[in-house]
């Protein structure tokens, strides 16, 4: 396990930008290239002393020190973006909250649909990775506001600030 100590020994950390930069050069590798790069999964990962470390891990580490235990999220969902006001340690739960919109979803609001039988919007939120039903609603306002209130009685303003339920009731609050 790397140390903040070895890591800032090898590696220069913007905050601001969001990047790591070599501090030496190494074999085939001039001194100030940017570390890393991205992996399958849209992560940049970094290589130091031959493990593999996830960039958006090692900004803590750089900064505050200890290497998280849980995981680490991307606040925007980006997740090559590893500035350090974007990332915070979140629960497993807390980061499943904070996804984006699916992408076969029609309605642009996540747990919201069409009920083709009911001709009526339903609402539906995850609790404990089980569909809570919200109910059936005449108009897609109705099902978002629910979904909305919803999603405030479970706190998931606090794991996601992007809600697509509140965005389309105030596309100004945004």
Partial sequence: MITQERL???LD????AGTFMWRNSGTGRPQSLSAGC???YGYTEIYIDGRKYKAH???ILFTDGYMPENTVDHVNR????NRRKN?????????????GVRNDNTSGIKGVSWHKREKRWSAYIAVDSRPKFLGFHDSIMEAACHRY????????PDCDINSSAKK???PEAT
């Fill in 8 to 10: 800032k020994e090898v």
């Fill in 13 to 16: 950390y913007d905050q601001d």
């Fill in 38 to 40: 991205v992996g399958a």
């Fill in 57 to 59: 891990r090692l900004a």
């Fill in 78 to 81: 980006v997740r090559s973006d």
């Fill in 87 to 99: 990332l915070r340690e979140a629960s497993r739960q807390c980061q499943s909250r904070n996804c």
């Fill in 149 to 156: 209130a919803a999603e405030q009685c479970l706190g998931f």
């Fill in 168 to 170: 389309y009731i105030d």
